[in-house]
Structure formats: structure tokens, C-alpha cells
């Protein structure tokens, strides 16, 4: 009877960790969707308008949705994530100067950064 106990404690400890397992892999395949909509955002910073929403798809799936806000000095990148029913969502700030030292911007662009829309 303790060996029945024992090894019913053991499948039930083994189904626990993977169900732990899958759900990792599946946060971490929305964590890399939302990081494609960082990326596309980085990509596709708006130069005139203050705000920009874009859905991205695969494959008739939605691998991201990404909103892009001009902030005082800089920018704010909001990416969702989604992978089959999870979502994760990643927000970052970039200023004017880590922008243009990487390249995603022009040093003529920085007047329409300065002003308030």
C-alpha cells in the first residue's frame, strides 16, 4: 500500500512540473512576439503623427499589437504579446539621444521629437 502511495506522489509531482514546463515555453513564445512588436516599432517610429497602433500577423495569427507614444524627450513603446490563449505585455522608453545614437532616428528629426503634438 505505501508503494502505491509513493508512486502516485511521484506522477503527481512529475504532472506539476510539466505542466510548469509548458507553460513557460508558452510565455516564452509570447515574450519573443512581443518583442518582434518592439523591434517593428523601433523600425517604424512615427515621424509627424504622436501616436501609431499596429497589429501584427502571421499566418492569420495575431503575434503582437504595438502602440507607439512620442513622450517628452524620447518615446514609449507598448508591445502585447500573444501566443495560443497567454499574453504578455512589454513596455520601454527611449530617449531622443539613445535613439539617434542608435541610428533609429536623424538628428533632422529631433525638432518634431521637441515639439508637443
Known amino acids: 500500500m505505501k508503494a502505491v502511495f509513493i ?3 511521484l506522477f503527481f509531482v512529475s504532472n506539476v512540473s510539466f505542466s510548469q514546463a ?3 515555453n508558452d510565455m516564452d ?6 518583442k518582434k512588436g518592439v523591434y517593428w516599432a523601433l523600425e ?3 515621424v509627424k503623427k504622436a501616436k501609431i497602433e499596429k497589429s501584427i500577423v502571421n499566418e492569420d495569427k495575431l503575434l ?6 512620442k513622450e517628452l524627450n524620447g518615446i514609449r513603446i507598448e508591445s502585447t504579446g500573444y501566443f495560443q490563449t497567454n499574453e504578455v505585455t512589454v513596455v520601454i ?5 539613445s535613439l539617434l545614437k ?3 532616428i536623424k538628428k533632422g528629426d529631433l525638432e518634431s521629437y521637441s515639439e508637443e503634438d
Open 44 to 46: 517604424n517610429i512615427p
Open 93 to 97: 522608453y527611449r530617449s531622443r539621444d
Open 22 to 24: 509548458e507553460i513557460e
Open 7 to 9: 508512486i502516485s506522489i
Open 64 to 69: 503582437a499589437r504595438v502602440k507607439i507614444n
Open 29 to 34: 513564445s509570447a515574450v519573443q512576439n512581443a
Open 102 to 104: 542608435a541610428g533609429y
